[in-house]
T-cell receptor
Framework: DGGITQSPKYLFRKEGQNVTLSCEQNLNHDAMYWYRQDPGQGLRLIYYSQIVNDFQKGDIAEGYSVSREKKESFPLTVTSAQKNPTAFYLC??????????FGDGTRLSIL | KQEVTQIPAALSVPEGENLVLNCSFTDSAIYNLQWFRQDPGKGLTSLLLIQSSQREQTSGRLNASLDKSSGRSTLYIAASQPGDSATYLCAVTLVTGSARQLTFGSGTQLTVLP
């Protein structure tokens, strides 16, 4: 089945540690996105990529980094510079301006 | 800056009722509007996508309308069922140069009581 796979489902970060969230899609979509969701709030865009080897900052990119070396993969690194990383992280993809498809999310917490 | 508002934040209805969820946006220069469903602890499931040139889209018991000029969209759910209980989010796509970005509302949490 085509879809988006995010891993791990739960992740814990220690003080000063960088952690990487995985996002893989087999939908052959060009564009991929990372969102952050906090309780009671809508989704906020962290980074997006419209094509391999290119990505753009979203509204809340500080403390995060991404790479897009392959079409199907768009990993997100939460760096130690992100002081409030506890949130639900969602990855999405689409083709041009078609419907965005989402993974099941990664919940990140601080130890 | 585009802002998307969803009212009400929460809604509780008895099973079988027809209901309407509202979404408003401040910038009418949208490319399309999408309605999603989110179950607790899960990702988003796309329900309906309305292009800016369209007035409505239908899928089963769901009907979404779009009025760009007034900055409004509604999601109509007919004959609601307990399985419809979830958070419903709307999002608009803005086009800025070559970039396509979605802006989300905060969602309406729907509970359908058996």
């Amino acid at each position: 089945d085509g879809g988006i796979t995010q891993s791990p489902k739960y992740l814990f970060r220690k003080e000063g540690q960088n952690v990487t969230l995985s996002c893989e899609q087999n939908l052959n979509h060009d564009a991929m996105y990372w969102y952050r969701q906090d309780p009671g709030q809508g989704l906020r865009l962290i980074y997006y990529s419209q094509i391999v080897n290119d990505f753009q900052k979203g509204d809340i990119a500080e403390g995060y980094s991404v790479s897009r070396e392959k079409k199907e993969s768009f990993p997100l690194t939460v760096t130690s510079a992100q002081k409030n990383p506890t949130a639900f992280y969602l990855c999405a993809s689409n083709q041009y301006t078609g419907a965005q498809h989402f993974g099941d999310g990664t919940r990140l917490s601080i130890l | 800056k585009q802002e998307v508002t969803q009212i009400p934040a929460a809604l509780s209805v008895p099973e079988g009722e027809n209901l309407v969820l509202n979404c408003s946006f401040t910038d009418s220069a949208i490319y399309n509007l999408q309605w999603f469903r989110q179950d607790p602890g899960k990702g988003l499931t796309s329900l309906l996508l309305i292009q800016s040139s369209q007035r409505e889209q239908t899928s089963g018991r769901l009907n979404a309308s779009l009025d760009k000029s007034s900055g409004r969209s509604t999601l109509y759910i007919a004959a609601s069922q307990p399985g419809d209980s979830a958070t419903y989010l709307c999002a608009v796509t803005l086009v800025t140069g070559s970039a396509r970005q979605l802006t989300f509302g905060s969602g309406t949490q729907l509970t359908v009581l058996p």
